[in-house]
Every structure is written in C-alpha cells, then in structure tokens.
C-alpha cells in the first residue's frame, strides 16, 4: 500500500513564527502536492513539484514556500505564520504521468495559529 | 473564481436507497473528472474517474455520469451503505493544458442513515 506520511495530526504556532510541515511518501512517486482544505472551499493547491529540486506555484502560494531536496520528502514552509493560514494541510503524491490524476493523500495535518 | 462548484453542502438518504452526488464546472478545458472520498481524520482516497469522451462510467455501486453540453457531472451511490457516509470531492483536470493538476470542488457530506 502506498503511505504518504505527515509529521504531525495537529500543530498549535504563534503568529510570526516559522511552521514547517514535512511530508514523506513511501512509494518512490515523482509528483508531490500541498493542499489546503478549508469549510466551503474545498481542496486548493498551495504548491507542487514534479521532480527533486523542482517547484511550481499552485493557486494560493503566497505566503508559503516548499522545499523537495529527496524524491520522498516535501516540506511546506510558512515563513511567517499568520492566523488566516489555520487550516487543514494535507499533502499528496502520484507516479508521474501526464494523465495520471489518482493522488495518494497523508491523514492531514490541522494548523492552528494563534 | 470556483470552476468546480458543489452546491449541496450536505445530503442525508436512508440506507438502501439512492446518492445522488452533483457537481458542475466552468472551465470547457477540464476533460477529465474524478470523485474523491474523504472520511473524518483521514486523506481523501480516488473513488471513480470518467473522460470527457465518456458520458458514464461504473465501478460496481458507483456511477459517475458526465453532461458535456450542461458541464455537469453526477455520481451514484446505488444502494447506500452507512459506511459510505463521508465528505465526497468532485475535481477536474484540463489534460491537454495543465496536465494531471486538479481542480476540487467544495465537498459534499453525504450522511446514509441506517
């Protein structure tokens, strides 16, 4: 079974401080994502990569930045954390392929920033 | 700018009977479509998909019908179970444009009561 782990089920920060959120996948993918869900939004995408050392820009990155230095590892960083970025996290990866939407998911990781 | 959009919030249906899950998009680039499920404390797993060449696809109780001309999609539940009780994502992608990336809707709970 494919396991996308995320380091922690709940995170407590104070605005201002610097989050990292790390996210390992098992199952040698190519494709990493970073999503946020939030009630009535639905799933939105902060950032993405494709490739070790590789990053793109989702619908909402401002205020994030991503870090993928191994295959399995990518980690979203919250520069400075403010209140509007309390939300649920969670991070997904799949094979490379260009018709390929089938994401394998971690459990999430709710934020709260106080 | 929501171009995948899920107007029911929530719908509840007695067990045995049919769920009728909605889903409709703006963007006439998205040609693939693909339901998620998500239960509480976990990551959304892939339900179903359906090409825009299609107009019905089936896996066993679930089927996803796609209405090209209207840019809508269903999914149906025949019969419900309780277990099938979750928030369920609807999320397109525009293959030939942007790939694999995904588009979600806002979730839909569907509650099946015993």
């Known amino acids: 079974d494919v396991k996308v782990t995320q380091s922690s089920r709940y995170l407590v920060k104070r605005t201002g401080e610097k989050v990292f959120l790390e996210c390992v996948q098992d199952?040698?993918?190519?494709?990493m994502f970073w999503y946020r869900q939030d009630p009535g939004l639905g799933l939105r995408l902060i950032y993405f990569?494709?490739?070790?050392?590789?990053?793109e820009k989702g619908d909402i990155p401002e205020g994030y930045s991503v870090s993928r230095e191994k295959k399995e590892r990518f980690s979203l960083i919250l520069e400075s954390a403010s209140t509007n970025q309390t939300s649920m996290y969670l991070c997904?990866?799949?094979?490379?392929?260009?018709?390929?939407?089938?994401?394998?998911f971690g459990s999430g990781t709710q934020l709260s920033v106080l | 700018d929501q171009q995948v959009k899920q107007n029911s919030p929530s719908l509840s249906v007695q067990e045995g009977r049919i769920s009728i899950l909605n889903c409709d998009y703006t963007?006439?680039?998205?040609?693939?479509f693909l339901w998620y499920k998500k239960y509480p404390a976990e990551g959304p797993t892939f339900l179903i998909s359906?090409?825009?060449?299609?107009d019905k696809n089936e896996d066993g109780r679930f089927t996803v019908f796609l209405n090209k001309s209207a840019k809508h999609l269903s999914l149906h539940i025949v019969p419900s179970q309780p277990g099938d009780s979750a928030v369920y994502f609807c999320?397109?992608?525009?293959?030939?444009?942007?790939?694999?990336?995904?588009?979600f809707g806002e979730g839909t709970q569907l509650t099946v009561n015993p």
């Open positions: 990569s494709y490739d070790v050392k590789m990053k």
């Open positions: 359906i090409s825009s060449i299609k």
């Open positions: 997904a990866s799949s094979f490379q392929t260009r018709t390929n939407e089938k994401l394998f």
């Open positions: 199952m040698d993918h190519e494709n």
């Open positions: 963007n006439s680039m998205f040609d693939y």
């Open positions: 999320a397109a992608s525009a293959r030939e444009t942007s790939g694999s990336r995904l588009t």
